[in-house]
C-alpha cells in the first residue's frame, strides 16, 4: 500500500497511541475553543469550538494554494487590496492615548 513507508515510524505498537493522542488532542482543542469564552461570559461565542473542522479544511486549501504558488510563480505576492486610509501608525497611536 501506500503507507508502507511511513510503517516502520507510526506502524506496529506506536499506531494506536499516536491515533489516540491524535483524536484526543483534538477533541480538547475542540472543547478548550468552545468552553473559553463561556468561562467568560461570551455565549454567543461558544458555538464557534464547532466550526474548528471547518477551519482545518479552509487552511488545508490555503496551504495547498500556496505551495502551488511557490512552485508556479515563486514571485508573484498574492496581497490583499487596501484603500488608501489613514496612516495606521497614527491610528493606532491614537488608540492608545
Known amino acids: ?5 511511513l510503517d516502520p515510524i507510526f506502524g506496529g505498537a506506536l499506531a494506536v497511541p499516536l491515533f489516540l493522542a491524535f483524536i484526543v488532542g483534538n477533541m480538547a482543542n475542540a472543547w478548550f475553543l468552545i468552553m473559553a469564552p463561556m468561562e467568560r461570559g461570551w455565549f454567543s461565542l461558544a458555538p464557534s469550538g ?8 479552509m487552511q488545508s486549501v490555503a496551504a495547498y494554494k500556496a505551495a502551488y504558488e511557490f512552485c508556479v510563480r515563486p514571485f508573484y505576492w498574492d496581497k490583499t487590496e487596501h484603500s488608501a486610509g489613514e496612516d495606521s501608525l ?3 497611536s491614537d488608540a492608545a492615548a
Open 50 to 57: 464547532l466550526m474548528l473542522p471547518l477551519y482545518w479544511i
Open 90 to 92: 497614527r491610528e493606532v
Open 1 to 5: 500500500t501506500k503507507t508502507e513507508a
